[in-house]
């Protein structure tokens, strides 16, 4: 049970004053939790860049006054249940709570803590009843008024059961943008186990004689030392810490000296995907080319925490010609350049070394935290492997659509293209987002429970460490909310949790287009929310 004074990071609750759990991620993507603030659609361009994602509101993770730590706490809220993610992601007993995950530890200038629960329970008490159409409507008809979020679609629901409370074009398929990745956290949770690590091998290739890097997918892979793995400046903890390239490398060195080779011919395989490798929106910067095979996810820097790095043209070969270097540095001579294998390796190719990337579930907080393009489509081809269907843009759109049907989502009016949400062409009504957000929270689905963990703190963490601030006019509402962002040009979306004034969790989908600056249509959209977290609407 959480209670007053309790706070909850992107991961665990822990109670003022005392610090923020430790947690990083791996340099290749987002600090989570490091504020580094809305780079959604993964590491996106700035709004005046012709942006094709979430950006914007980057820097601390608060340090701002106007947060909730003067008022009197709400009412605190029993949990509803026990969650079990996996090894490596802990347990949870509320709706949503498990252990720090990625970038909960705060800086020394970071905001108060909230005094109000966090993460309350779905119902407040027996007392209190739900809000009301009426007053819901009533407490929002002004903020909904605001010309800035052009056209609206909106649905508020009990986060218990997911029963529609208001709604307004609630029925409507909009363009998602980088709530997406609620629709992909989701499907590959279900459909993947939790505690699953993305391997990275090396075997030996008895067609020519030589070794064979094989991708697995992992994109989090990092070519740089254990002591430059750091996030936001926060050292990577054991649980989110990536899988390392030098170490494959020390591994392989050591089995092929064993064996009497000091020099050994050097190819890749990167197989395990299909279809194109260019996303339809493309740049080189919010999305390299998506292969199984990569290091810090292609960035030319991997040290750069810029919001949309340079990649390398070609990522596989820029991790092979890593991996060269690296057995180089062990001793063993790689002859000429590496380059593709020819064909995929034999199942039974003897394995020279290996390793594995963080667990799924941590992934899938990370990703959605951060909104990491590169993470979310390499969790999008797992997803689709697991089902059955090409690892692909089209085979990874078609398993999280049939998954989510059978878990008794809604998919009518529903288009996906991508996993990452930068397709301009997806659609989804808020009404399914938050069918999406009743799934996570269902004690009958506890797998689902990082979709919730992963989900950044208003004012606090990932994109929405610089939101809910102290000029926005919803800056009482931060700590109150977890949500996943969303931005292209001309659309904003937020979809997330709210603790009303009655201690109960409301889900929510708020999706907008508008000519408005994007900064503008945000803190509007901030100031709706913040109204849901104010009101009892009954």
Known sequence: MLVAGTVLGTGGAYAQPSPTPTGSASPGGRSTGNAQGDQDEGNGRRDDKGDHGDHGDHGDRGNRPGSRGSESPRPSASATGTATT????????????????????????????????????????????????????????????????????????????????????????????????????????????????????????????????????????????????????????????????????????????????????????????????????????????????????????????????????????????????????????????????????????????????????????RLLTTSDNTLAEAIARQAALAAHQPASFEGAATAVTQELARLGVPTTGMVLNDGSGLHTGNAIPPVVLVKLLTLAASAEHPTLRPVLTGLPIAGFTGTLGKRFGSTSGAADAAGLVRAKTGSLSGVNTLAGTVVDADGRLLSFALMTRTTAPADTARTAMDRVVARLAACGCH
């Not at 392989?252 to 000296?257: F, G, M, P, S, W």
């Open 86 to 365: 996996g090894p490596g992601t802990g347990t949870a007993g509320t709706t949503g709570a498990a252990t720090t995950p990625p970038g909960a530890k705060p800086t020394g200038a970071v905001r108060p803590a909230p005094t109000g629960t966090v993460l309350a329970a779905a119902g407040a008490g027996p007392d209190t009843g739900l809000p009301t159409a009426q007053g819901l409507q009533q407490a929002l008809a002004a903020v909904l008024a605001d010309k800035s979020l052009g056209t609206v679609g909106l649905a508020v629901a009990d986060a218990a059961d997911g029963q529609l409370l208001y709604g307004t074009g609630e029925n409507t398929a909009a363009t998602p943008a980088s709530t997406t990745k609620l629709a992909t956290s989701i499907a590959a949770l279900s459909l993947i186990p939790g505690d699953t690590r993305l391997t990275t091998r090396v075997v030996k290739n008895a067609a020519t004689g030589g070794i064979t890097l094989v991708g697995g997918g992992d994109p989090t892979l990092t070519a740089l030392p254990a002591d430059q793995v750091q996030i936001g400046g926060i050292p990577a903890d054991p649980d989110t810490a990536p899988a390392s390239l030098d170490a494959l490398a020390a591994q392989t060195a050591a089995a092929l000296k064993a064996a009497g080779t000091g020099t050994v011919a050097l190819d890749y395989d990167v197989s395990l995907y299909t279809g194109a490798l260019l996303h339809k929106n493309h740049d080189n910067e919010n999305i390299p080319a998506v292969t199984p095979l990569m290091v810090d996810e292609a960035k030319v820097d991997p040290k750069s925490r810029e919001d949309a790095p340079a990649r390398v043209a070609d990522p596989a070969m820029a991790a092979a010609e890593a991996f060269a270097a690296l057995l180089k540095a062990q001793g063993i001579t790689v002859q000429g350049k590496a380059k593709q294998a020819a064909a995929p390796v034999a199942a039974d190719a003897p394995v020279l070394g290996r390793v594995d990337s963080p667990t799924v579930a941590r992934l899938v907080e």
